[in-house]
């Protein structure tokens, strides 16, 4: 069963009693979005690629709340930096509860990352585009590159299959040279086989309630 929280900065996330996880850190589902996956990610492949580039491709592993398209849409119109965002999902939460836990300012444009058919890209602004993928991550026929990966599935371990090497090699593949793949997580072996995989690893200070990050670079 999945139930709405509120976390500790205000923000909503899900309660998964089955898997006795939440979706988010209960230290504030914002801030640990914003730490990890926006400024950590987006916006340190912005600063690195300066103005050789106004726009990005973003895989995500994982559409969850949808928190994490959620603020890379603002940051792509507020930049106005184009982004094309690809997430994938197997088990997307159901109509109400995502109306339950979005935030609730969202902006007319914002409402359409909730409502945004499945399997279809869609337009969501002027600079942002989404496609949310039903399916599973680890047999996903997948025809594109990126140039960042949100790595966001749940924990090490609740869900050891996405992140033994094979599943890591999936994202590492998607990964155009010089991409940033980065996530909450910054479990040594995880760091360990990115390391084998070719990628230039960095740790990172956490959000609040967790120590570090990982924050790797395909060279």
């Not at 912005?46 to 949808?66: A, L, P, R, Y």
């Not at 602004?125 to 047999?139: C, E, P």
């Not at 033994?164 to 090699?169: D, F, I, M, T």
Request: proline share 3%; with cysteine; hydrophobic share 40%.
């Amino acid at each position: 069963m999945k139930k709405k929280i509120i976390t500790a900065d205000g923000s909503f996330s899900v309660f998964d009693s089955v898997l006795n996880e939440t979706y988010h850190s209960i230290n504030g589902a914002l801030t640990e979005s914003l730490h990890v996956y926006i400024n950590s990610g987006l916006l340190f492949w912005k600063n690195k690629m300066k103005k050789q580039s106004n726009f990005c491709n973003i895989f995500e592993m994982g559409f969850g709340t949808g928190l994490n398209a959620l603020l890379a849409k603002r940051f792509s119109d507020q930049k106005k930096f184009k982004v094309n965002f690809f997430s994938i999902e197997k088990f997307p939460l159901s109509s109400s509860l995502y109306n339950s836990i979005k935030p609730i300012d969202l902006s007319l444009s914002e409402e359409k990352i909730f409502k945004a058919p499945w399997n279809k890209k869609f337009l969501i602004s002027k600079f942002f585009t989404i496609t949310k993928i039903k399916g599973d991550y680890l047999d996903f026929n997948y025809r594109k590159s990126f140039d960042i990966v949100f790595y966001d599935p749940f924990g090490y371990n609740t869900q050891p299959n996405l992140w033994s090497k094979k599943a890591l090699k999936i994202s590492f593949d998607l990964l155009n040279k010089g991409g940033v793949w980065v996530s909450y997580c910054s479990k040594g072996k995880v760091r360990r086989d990115l390391l084998e995989l070719g990628m230039k690893v960095h740790r990172l200070d956490g959000p609040p309630g967790k120590r570090e990050i990982i924050r790797a670079i395909k060279v």
